[in-house]
Nanobody
Framework: QVQLVESGGGLVQAGGSLRLSCTAS????????MGWFRQAPGKEREFVAR????????YYADSVKGRFTISRDNAKNQAYLQMNSLKPEDTAVYYC??????????WGQGTQVTVSS
């Protein structure tokens, strides 16, 4: 089992920045690719970003490319999502995930991000 806890959400004005953190415990963190997803009210959960086991490869949804950066620190068992130039449409609950083989096997409880216009 892997336990994931997100932090760093909050209220920010459009154009502002936030940095989300995901702290993992349980199994070996570096065995898992890490991802960030989000779910806005009334919408399905959607992919935001993903980072490989070593951090050497990253992937982004087109909607956040160039504004968000995913990273990880395997020594600290943490993954991060730096979000810049935030827009009101980025408002959602953001979830951290851990998985192998391209899937998401474990999920955090989510952290709310609200971007005001």
């Amino acid at each position: 089992q892997v336990q994931l806890v997100e932090s760093g959400g909050g209220l920010v004005q459009a154009g502002g920045s936030l940095r989300l953190s995901c702290t993992a415990s349980g199994r070996t963190f570096s065995n898992y690719a890490m991802g960030w997803f989000r779910q806005a009210p009334g919408k399905e959960r959607e992919f935001v970003a993903r980072i490989s086991y070593s951090g050497g490869s990253t992937y982004y949804a087109d909607s956040v490319k160039g504004r968000f950066t995913i990273s990880r620190d395997n020594a600290k068992n943490q993954a991060y999502l730096q979000m810049n130039s935030l827009k009101p449409e980025d408002t959602a609950v953001y979830y951290c995930s851990a998985g192998v083989g391209g899937g998401s096997d474990y999920w955090g409880q989510g952290t709310q991000v609200t971007v005001s216009s």
